[in-house]
Nanobody, 127 residues
Framework: QVQLAESGGGSVQPGGSLRLSCAAS????????MGWYRQAPGKQRELVAT??????????DSVKGRFTVSTISRDNAKRTVDLQMNSLKLEDTAVYYC??????????????????WGQGTLVTVTS
């Protein structure tokens, strides 16, 4: 079992900042990428930012220069991915989802494909 716990959403005025955090825990064998996606009302879920195991980051063009994604591995069982969002715009309003891709270990220690999603946290940018 792998659990993702998100925090940090809320409401902010344009130009403001928010920081999202996602803690992944459980039977994680290895992580390929951790990151954030978002879904605005009436739109498809889209990539916001990801970071891979080598520290390579990938950002949507719409957030480059404003958002920063980072990860911390506190131990082998728990990893955190944060999203620092600055200079927020009205169009950043969406539900933000944490995503972790990699491998998990089942009860017998066998690896399986991991593609886990958080429950989502709402970010509202409003004047």
């Amino acid at each position: 079992q792998v659990q993702l716990a998100e925090s940090g959403g809320g409401s902010v005025q344009p130009g403001g900042s928010l920081r999202l955090s996602c803690a992944a825990s459980g039977s994680i064998a290895s992580i390929y990428t951790m990151g954030w996606y978002r879904q605005a009302p009436g739109k498809q879920r889209e990539l916001v930012a990801t970071v891979d195991s080598g520290g390579i980051t990938n950002y949507a063009d719409s957030v480059k220069g404003r958002f920063t994604v980072s990860t911390i591995s506190r131990d082998n069982a728990k990893r955190t991915v944060d999203l620092q969002m600055n200079s927020l715009k009205l169009e950043d309003t969406a539900v933000y989802y944490c995503n972790v891709q990699g491998l998990y270990s089942d009860d017998y220690g066998r690896p399986g494909a991991l593609d886990a999603w958080g429950q989502g946290t709402l970010v509202t940018v409003t004047s």
